[in-house]
């Protein structure tokens, strides 16, 4: 089976930097993704990490230790808009199992 | 363009009634998903297809059923809906071992 943790809940100021961690236990591991998800709207694609290291998208860079089973979303210069849940996702074999989610929450 | 279409955004059924939602896609893609969502929740796997291979979690209720007539299409049947049925569907496509795209979901809700 799979398990993936992330933390429920985080809060941030606008224009800060916030760090969301990924921990996951499977077998057959493929990658790992990262997924936005505004209340009511369909999760939209981030990242997607498959080697170690740390892959860098504007303001959003995904990190992967497959060693640790391990993962971070980071979301630099935060706006408001930037509200929303952040949802881990891993790939093994062609089955794709999604992590409980963390709700960030920009403040001004 | 919209390249996974799920049809209706928006369903009500009663309590015991058949429903059937749908999916469809464009791009061509050999893995489909189906996912329940809950709110405040994460995206729970039902089911999802390899080409025409169906693999079905093992904690998914026999209540949900699933057709893929051919690439394009796929659908979600609730045999007997209950009001813990009462969900956002999400309906997702990709390529094997690649990023998934989403519809916009269907929300069920359950009268």
């Known amino acids: 089976g799979q398990n993936i943790d992330q933390p429920t809940e985080m809060t941030a100021t606008e224009g800060a930097i916030v760090q969301i961690n990924c921990t996951y236990q499977t077998s057959g591991f493929n990658g790992l993704f990262w997924y936005q998800q505004h209340a009511g709207e369909a999760p939209t694609f981030l990242s997607y990490?498959?080697?170690?290291g740390l892959e860098e998208k504007g303001r959003f860079s995904s990190f992967l230790s497959r060693s640790k089973g391990y993962s971070y979303l980071l979301l630099k210069e935060l706006q408001m808009k930037d509200s929303a849940s952040y949802l881990c996702?891993?790939?093994?074999?062609?089955?794709?199992?999604f992590g409980g989610g963390t709700r960030v929450l920009v403040k001004p | 363009d919209a390249m996974v279409i799920q049809n209706p955004r928006y369903q009500v059924t009663q309590f015991g009634k058949p429903v059937t939602l749908s999916c469809s896609q464009t791009?061509?893609?050999?893995?489909m998903y189906w996912y329940q969502q809950k709110s405040s929740q994460a995206p729970k796997l039902l089911f999802h297809?390899?080409?025409?291979?169906?693999?079905n979690e093992a904690d998914t209720p026999d209540n949900f059923q699933s057709r893929r007539p051919n690439t394009s299409f796929c659908f979600l049947d609730i045999r007997s809906p209950g009001l813990g049925d009462a969900a956002m569907y999400l309906c997702?496509?990709?390529?094997?071992?690649?990023?998934?795209?989403f519809g916009q979901g269907t929300r069920l809700t359950v009268v």
């Open positions: 791009l061509n893609h050999n893995v």
């Open positions: 990490n498959v080697l170690d």
């Open positions: 996702a891993v790939t093994a074999g062609n089955k794709l199992t």
């Open positions: 297809y390899y080409d025409k291979d169906f693999n």
């Open positions: 997702a496509t990709s390529r094997a071992k690649t990023e998934a795209f």
